[in-house]
């Protein structure tokens, strides 16, 4: 095998060239127009060496993967009831904190809508109490008015003062 630097082979792969080794250096060989001396051997096989060990750690990495994905995938038939009673416990908790948000919601709602009509009210009645009381004070005033004009204490009907009040003369 002198086409092929098998001591070089031997040093960076650690272990002899199979056949299938040989055949694919041998058409790097002939693809480059290489001797089995050129200098370019040792960057070659370094190359393909990480080539093969980054091949090898790709395709191993992938077994891993899949075996993990696969007892992944095993867990849930295997704990199949304690998933379904923690399944049923998260679900009973998530109903749980979601009818007391909606009860939190719908009595926030309610107490704002029972506020705003009580202040509604509270405003409606004020001035319903207000007019109330201005036709209470205006009768109560024309009543005394009359009540006065008949006992007869104003000796001339009233009339007003130079400061706009009502005022008239008294007899005695």
Known sequence: ???????????????APTEQDRARLLAVKAGLGLSSRDELWPV???LDYYERAIRSGRIDTLRDVERVLDELKAIPDRAGPIASAEAQKAIARIIEQASDKIARNAAQKSITTADRISRR????????????AACLAGTTAWGMYLFLEARGL?????FLTDGGQIGCFVQR
């Not at 009210?121 to 109330?132: C, K, P, Y």
Request: hydrophobic share 55%; glycine share 2%; net charge negative.
């Open 154 to 158: 104003c000796a001339e009907p009233p």
């Open 1 to 15: 095998m002198t086409d092929l630097p098998e001591d070089l082979f031997t040093l960076i792969y650690r272990r």
């Open 44 to 46: 070659l096989m370094v």
């Open 121 to 132: 009210q509270l405003i409606v009645a004020a001035v319903v109490g207000a007019l109330v």
